[in-house]
């Protein structure tokens, strides 16, 4: 199976930069998409940023702040948000769409623990 272990949340003033890390392990055939969804209190989890080979996806909200990349060869994907804002702030976890050994061609979807943003004004 996979292991999706964050890191990298904390408190930040408004304006200030975070990044955040999510490393994945276990026993997989195929890691393929990797991205990143935040959740709000009393809010749905939504898409921030996702990316697939080299093609990457963004919210309109976080467009131009944040900056999604991946390390392939450390099964690693990064969040680096800038310019945060006290409406950033939210549980971000990190998500992969994956295959293991025994169903190398059917992918199933893959949670970290969360890992909490705060930005205060």
């Known amino acids: 199976q996979v292991q999706l272990v964050e890191s990298g949340g904390g408190l930040v003033q408004a304006g200030g930069s975070l990044r955040l890390s999510c490393a994945a392990s276990?026993?997989?055939?195929?890691?393929?998409?990797m991205g990143w969804y935040r959740q709000a209190p009393g809010k749905q989890r939504e898409l921030v940023a996702a990316?697939?080979?080299?093609?990457?996806n963004y919210a309109d909200s976080v467009k131009g702040r944040f900056t999604i990349s991946r390390d392939n060869a450390k099964n690693t994907v990064y969040l680096q948000m800038n310019s945060l804002k006290p409406e950033d702030t939210a549980v971000y976890y990190c998500n992969t769409a994956a295959t293991t050994w025994s169903s190398p061609f059917r992918e199933s979807d893959y949670w970290g623990q969360g890992t909490q943003v705060t930005v205060s004004s």
């Open positions: 276990g026993t997989f055939y195929s890691i393929n998409a």
């Open positions: 990316i697939t080979g080299g093609v990457t």
